[in-house]
């Protein structure tokens, strides 16, 4: 996998918007980069993923920059809710082997407060 | 949206007993299966892949005689934690991932189950 580098944690307040940076400058150029939440004691939920273009779904923005060796996932306003371990992945492309395994990092343990 | 049903979400179990988690794709067909393992305040540590009708793939490390793992349909993978120890109490995780082409082609996880061994 191309190796990703996040903070170990974040503090944002609630209502605020809070911006989680990952770094993947060994990304190849077919190489997706996912995000996953991991809230205790639960199974990682999908968050959202991208190739080269800013992408935003219900739950979150992901900002890749142009080089794609750096990306940002932005949830525009956290709540209490969203204090989990967010994970930022690029997974082996499928073939031979490795069927597009996901290798998970440490992530990132946001702590959204009131 | 793709759902990842998993089965038990907790056991217990004695040492020495054999225990099997399921882990079903509900409404996608999932040509390839993931298996993790986490312990208390750790990341999840991928132990093999499988992919329906051909021997499972293990990690590093991982025993395949201890950890069997059958991918026998498009829609479900299964777990066996043979001769458990205590040492192989831990979170187990499943992810499933729809085949290319289809309208979900991500990695859908399941809930996990808690395995305790006493």
């Known amino acids: 996998d191309a190796k990703t580098t996040q903070p170990t944690s974040m503090d944002c307040a609630e209502g605020r918007a809070a911006n989680l940076p990952c770094n993947h400058s060994?990304?190849?150029?077919?190489?997706?980069v996912y995000w996953y939440r991991q809230i205790h004691s639960q199974g990682p939920q999908y968050i959202i993923h991208g190739l080269k273009n800013n992408e935003t779904n219900e739950m979150a923005s992901l900002i890749i920059t142009e080089d794609r060796k750096s990306s940002t996932l932005i949830l525009p306003h956290a709540t209490l809710r969203d204090t989990a371990v967010y994970y930022c992945i690029v997974p082996q492309p499928s073939g031979g082997t490795s069927y597009g395994k996901l290798t998970f990092g440490q992530g990132t343990i946001l702590t959204v407060h009131p | 949206g793709a759902v990842v049903s998993q089965h038990p979400s907790r056991v217990i179990c004695k040492s020495g007993t054999s225990v099997k988690i399921e882990c079903r794709s509900l409404d996608f067909q999932a040509t390839t299966m993931f298996w993790y393992r986490q312990f208390p305040k750790q990341s999840l540590m991928l132990m093999a892949t499988s992919n329906e009708g051909s021997k499972a793939t293990y990690e590093q490390g991982v025993e395949k005689d201890k950890f069997l793992i059958n991918h026998a349909s498009l829609t479900l993978s299964t777990l066996t934690v043979t001769s458990a120890h205590p040492e192989d109490s831990s979170f187990y995780i499943c992810?499933?991932?729809?085949?290319?082409?289809?309208?979900?082609?991500?990695?859908?996880f399941g809930s996990g189950t808690r395995l305790t061994v006493v």
């Open positions: 992810s499933a991932r729809a085949r290319q082409g289809a309208r979900n082609y991500g990695y859908t």
């Open positions: 060994t990304i190849s150029g077919n190489e997706y």
